[in-house]
């Protein structure tokens, strides 16, 4: 088996905790030979682990496509508006690509990316990790099946859980729609594209309700201040104050996030200066911290998706509803049971969600991804949770953020796609 060789372009959270792991895990796999990555930092520690060559360490993602094609693959973990334009470019060079979700904060550039990938015929795979995992692939054989019978309703719940919620969306890099995405496509289009997978039908209409209930200036309660640590005279009895979420020895689960030096000091100092010391209550944020989305799919079934950053867990729930039987699981457990409604049978199913993050979907993603190019040029094959495949899933989220922005008013998803302007390509 040949290794491949990749190009990162961002070594933030999914960089240094997922694809950088991989490598290493796997080096007869995959092997990192360029990074790019402003943070200095990041990107030196990066390139020290994977012991990239100096010439091939960039701080800019753009500076990574000077020497024209120079690996196998590449891997785009920029933030969400720095995504189209390098997937662009990265095809047509050649390059197969794994490209963080969402694929783009536009509904066009979506589009010109599906079209781009065909094009060019290269993989464009979107990390829509929850496809992957133990958990929804037995779920979904059991649909293929025929155990379910027609699949009428499903129900699921993301509960993002308050802590991911003020930190990636109130006071992290997610908190703001006109800087990256809205809500619904950053955190829920995996959601989107789980309902629209398992029912294997094209949604028709989308209809959603949704707004940012509670971290707004006017909730913040008395004697509060800009920044937790600047002498608030509530930060004791608030739940959500950046000194008991960060300063949280001896793993730092959310500090090393904010900041590679995780002592007592560094972790002080970057609350000082850094984003994530504000008050929840007075940062710039502006996305949802609930929302709640209807489907409607063109044989008749619906679907319901409610997504809460006001929850204690970050658990997934979903109930589907058949004419022969119906499923309900839990994805934080691993279990799903399959109650049949002719012998009155229940058969509880648990799956092994051990490994790495999401279920298990993280690594097992990476691995399909690099299966799929190495047999991509003799069997071409555009993969589990390619763009084509994606697609569907962000047109969801854009019509969910155009009704809810229009107060709950249906939105056919063939009239946006109508209205779609004609995509530039690559």
């Not at 069997?379 to 569907?392: C, D, E, F, K, V």
Request: with cysteine; charged share 20%.
């Amino acid at each position: 088996m040949r290794t491949l060789t990749a190009v990162l372009l961002g070594a933030g959270s999914r960089g240094r905790y997922i694809y950088g792991p991989y490598a290493e895990k796997y080096p007869n796999e995959m092997k990192i030979v360029a990074v790019a990555e402003p943070d200095d930092e990041r990107r030196n520690n990066f390139a020290a682990i994977h012991q990239i060559a100096p010439d091939q360490v960039y701080d800019s993602w753009e500076k990574a496509f000077e020497k024209g094609k120079i690996a196998d693959v590449m891997i785009i973990s920029t933030l969400d508006r720095m995504h189209y334009v390098p997937a662009m470019m990265a095809m047509e060079l050649g390059y197969h690509v794994l490209l963080e979700k969402p694929m783009s904060p536009s509904q066009e550039e979506c589009i010109a990316l599906e079209q781009a990938s065909l094009k060019h015929e290269r993989l464009l795979i979107v990390s829509h990790v929850l496809r992957y995992t133990p958990f929804w692939t037995g779920i979904k054989k059991c649909i293929e099946q025929g155990e379910l019978g027609t699949v009428a309703t499903i129900q699921l719940t993301e509960n993002v859980g308050y802590r991911h919620m003020t930190h990636s969306y109130v006071r992290g890099n997610w908190r703001n729609s006109e800087e990256t995405s809205p809500m619904i496509l950053a955190k829920s289009c995996h959601d989107l594209d789980i309902i629209s997978w398992l029912m294997g039908q094209e949604c028709t209409n989308v209809s959603s309700f949704g707004s940012l209930l509670h971290f707004r200036p006017e909730n913040a309660p008395e004697g509060s201040a800009d920044r937790c640590i600047d002498g608030c005279e509530v930060e004791k009895e608030c739940a959500f104050s950046a000194l008991k979420m960060y300063i949280d020895p001896p793993h730092h689960p959310w500090a090393r996030y904010m900041t590679s030096d995780l002592s007592q000091e560094g972790i002080l100092n970057a609350l000082h200066e850094g984003p994530f010391g504000r008050c929840v209550y007075r940062c710039d944020n502006n996305v949802v911290d609930h929302q709640i989305v209807n489907m409607e799919f063109t044989n008749g079934a619906n679907a319901s998706f409610i997504m809460s950053g006001l929850t204690e867990s970050g658990a997934r729930r979903v109930q589907i509803m058949g004419t022969k039987a119906e499923i309900i699981g839990d994805m934080d457990t691993g279990i799903y049971t399959l109650y049949r409604y002719l012998t009155g049978e229940k058969l509880e199913i648990n799956c092994n969600t051990s490994g790495d993050g999401h279920g298990g979907g993280d690594e097992r993603m990476v691995s399909s991804f690099l299966r799929e190019v190495r047999r991509f040029d003799q069997n071409p094959s555009y993969g589990l949770t390619s763009a084509t495949a994606s697609l569907q899933s962000h047109l969801i989220a854009f019509a969910s953020e155009q009704s809810r922005l229009k107060g709950g008013q249906a939105v056919k998803l063939a009239d946006m796609i109508a209205n779609q302007p004609v995509a530039v390509q690559g």
